[in-house]
Structures are given as C-alpha cells and as structure tokens.
C-alpha cells in the first residue's frame, strides 16, 4: 500500500512557475510507474504527467509540453512537477498517482495510489 502526499501548490501569476512534490510512503518507490494529473472545477481528470519507474522515459500532454518537466528522486521517494510559463488554464486541483507496472500510462484508471492534490491557482 502506498501513500502519496502531495505539496507546493500554490497561487501564482501568469507567467511564473511552481515546483510541486509528490512523497511517497509504504512501498517501494522504485517499483512505481508515476503520474501527474488535474482536475479543474466541472471538469473530468485530465492527464498532465508520466514517468517510468526508472525515470527514463517521460511523457507528456500537448497543454503542458516544453513548459512543465516530471521528474523522480527514487533515494527521497519524491516525484516532482516543475511548472513554468504558467498559464490561468492550467488552474486546477493536482493531484499524483502511482502504479506498479512498466512503462508509462495515461489514462487515470491504470492508476491504483492517488495523493489528496494541491491546488494550483494562475492569475491573470
């Protein structure tokens, strides 16, 4: 069973940046393929993030590429989102997720551990 807390969300403006941390905790980090993902109000789950259990391959949405990077620290169990060039559509709630299989995924329901989000919030 894994435990996923997430921090660094925030509010910002348009234009700035935020790092957000996802900790894990009760499992072994390592083994877990991760994910980033948002949910603005009165709308579905989107897809934002994905990176493979090593960290070598990552992959992102078309609203996020070339401004947002995923990252992972497997010694601090850590997953990260650095976001920049912040736009006001990228408001919403984050949220991590973790699952334990190869490569990367990015529909939510390949997901298992979910984090309890942070929101983000981009003035304009």
């Known amino acids: 069973q894994v435990q996923l807390v997430e921090s660094g969300g925030g509010l910002v403006q348009a234009g700035g940046s935020l790092r957000l941390s996802c900790a894990a905790s009760?499992?072994?980090?390592?083994?877990?393929?991760m994910g980033w993902f948002r949910q603005a109000p009165g709308k579905e789950r989107e897809f934002v993030a994905a990176i493979t259990w090593s960290g070598g391959s990552t992959y992102y949405d078309d609203s996020v590429k070339g401004r947002f990077t995923i990252s992972r620290d497997n010694t601090k169990n850590t997953v990260y989102l650095q976001m920049n060039s912040l736009k006001p559509e990228d408001t919403a709630v984050y949220y991590c997720?973790?699952?334990?299989?190869?490569?990367?995924?990015?529909?939510?329901?390949?997901?298992?551990?979910w984090g309890q989000g942070t929101q983000v919030t981009v003035s304009s």
């Open positions: 009760g499992g072994t980090f390592s083994r877990y393929r």
């Open positions: 997720a973790a699952d334990a299989a190869l490569g990367l995924a990015t529909s939510p329901r390949r997901y298992d551990y």
